[in-house]
C-alpha cells in the first residue's frame, strides 16, 4: 500500500541517505542538473576567455616583435651625397664690387639641416663682370667650371666619413681687396648654413693673389687658402700673420709662367715658413704649363688626396691641419 502511493527515492549527501517520494526526487534532480549546467557552461565561459586572453598576448607580443625589428629611421644628415651640387647664378649686390654670384649646394640640401663646409672661389681678371649679363663669364675656369660640368665631386670621404661643400663664386666688377672677399663671407653665412669652422679661399692669377691677400688680412676665419699662380706681393711681415695663425697653405703654379711668375709663389712660402709654422707651407711647381696652373691644378686638388680630402690642407683632420689648434 505504501509502495503504491509513493515512489520511494535516496538521496545521499555525505554520510546520509534521505528517503522522498516521486515529485522531491524529481525536483532535486533538475536542480542538481541545472547546477551542473551552470558549472560546464562556467567552465567554458572561463576557458573561452582564458583563450581570448591568450591569443591577445600573443598577437601583442608579435606585434612588438615586429615593431622592434622594424628598421630605425636613417638621419638625413648622414646620407651621403650620391648626385652633384646644384650650381645656380645668383643676381645679388653685395658691397659696390659685386653684382652677382654662382652658389653651388649638395644635392640634398633642402633635405638636411646641418651645416656645410665652404669654398670661396675667386676667378681671374678676365671674368671681371657686372654680375649679370656678364656671370656666365665666371664658369671659365676652376671650380665653378667643374661645378657646370657636373664633374666636381658631390662628396669626399675622409676616414670612414662624407662631407660636401657649399661653393660661392662671386663675380667682381673690378680688382678686388681682402674685404670684398670678406663681405661676401659674410653673405654666405647669412644665406646658407655654413659650418664657419671650415671656410676655404682659393682663386686663379687674379683671384690666387686676392686669395693670398685674404689669407694675410684675415688669417683667422679660414681653415685653408689654396692659391693658384697668385698675382700678390706682400712682405715677409706680412706673411707672420699666416704662420701665427697655423693656417694651412696649399699654392700651385707652373715654372714656365710668363704672366704671373712662379718665384712669386716661392718668395710667399719661402717667407711664411721662415717662422715656423704648424703645418708647413706647401707648394706644388710644375715645370711647364705656362700660366694656367688650374686646370691640372683644381683636377688635381678635386680627384687626389690634397686639399679637399685628407692630406696637409685637410678640411676636415682638425687634429693635425686646423688652425684653431
Known sequence: MLMGRFWQGVWKTRSTYYLF???TLITIMKVNALISALALTWTLIVQTSCQKDNAMETAATSETKQIRSLPTQIDPNLI?????????????????????????????????SKTYPLIIFIHGVGELGNGTTQLSKVLANGIPKLLNARTFPSRFNVSGENHSFLVVSPQFKQW????????????????????????????????GGIAWEYAIAYPNRIAAVVPMCGAAWPTQAQCSN?????LPIWAFHNNDDGTVGAGITNMIIDFTNSFGPTPVAQKTIWPSGGHDCWTKGFIFVTNCCT??????????????CSNKN
Not at 661676401?184 to 648654413?193: H, S, T
Request: charged share 15%; proline share 6%; glycine share 6%.
Open 242 to 246: 699666416m704662420a701665427t695663425a697655423r
Open 80 to 112: 651621403p651625397e650620391t648626385q652633384p651640387a646644384n650650381q645656380t647664378a645668383v643676381t645679388v649686390n653685395i658691397g659696390t664690387n659685386v653684382g652677382g654670384l654662382y652658389k653651388a649646394l649638395p644635392n640634398r640640401y633642402d633635405s638636411t
Open 307 to 320: 686639399i679637399f680630402n685628407n692630406c696637409c690642407v685637410a678640411p676636415f683632420n682638425s687634429r693635425t
Open 176 to 207: 678686388p681687396v681682402a674685404a670684398d672677399v670678406n663681405a661676401v663671407i659674410d653673405w654666405a653665412v647669412a644665406n646658407m648654413r655654413v659650418d664657419q669652422s671650415r671656410i676655404y679661399v682659393s682663386g686663379l692669377s687674379m683671384g
Open 21 to 23: 517520494d516521486h515529485q
